[in-house]
């Protein structure tokens, strides 16, 4: 997997069942268990989804007596989000620029008249 936060942490989301996941952990901290039950899957395959989640920093897991219940760790998704920010402030310029041109333009262009010696 890639080197840099943001790119583990896309690359993590990727896959439709960690970004299940993570959208049940906004609700409230889950178990490996509690967050295998939806899943026709094994416990250790939502193990290891969890592991590439943890890797990118988007969940931690704790101990809570004999619980080890998966937390979301929301703080990730700042990351993501100034990077999506920065991008959706350039678009947004890009589209106030062609608004400006568009105002710009006369609403209904003067026909060109025939320049002499070409045909009508």
Do not use: C, N
Not at 4 to 10: E, G, K, N, T
Not at 33 to 57: F, I, M, T, W
């Amino acid at each position: 997997m890639a080197a840099d936060p943001l790119s583990r942490v896309f690359a993590a989301l990727a896959d439709p069942t960690r970004r299940d996941m993570v959208a049940r952990l906004t609700v409230a901290d889950a178990t490996v268990g509690e967050l295998a039950e939806p899943y026709d899957v094994s416990v250790q395959a939502v193990s290891k989804h969890l592991r590439v989640l943890e890797d990118a920093g988007l969940v931690s897991r704790s101990r809570d007596a004999q619980r080890r219940p998966v937390h979301l760790e929301a703080e990730v998704f700042d990351l993501m989000t100034k990077w999506i920010e920065r991008y959706r402030r350039q678009a947004e310029e890009r589209y106030r620029r062609l608004d400006d041109v568009l105002r710009a333009m006369p609403d209904d262009p003067s026909p060109t008249t025939p320049r002499e010696g070409t045909p009508s």
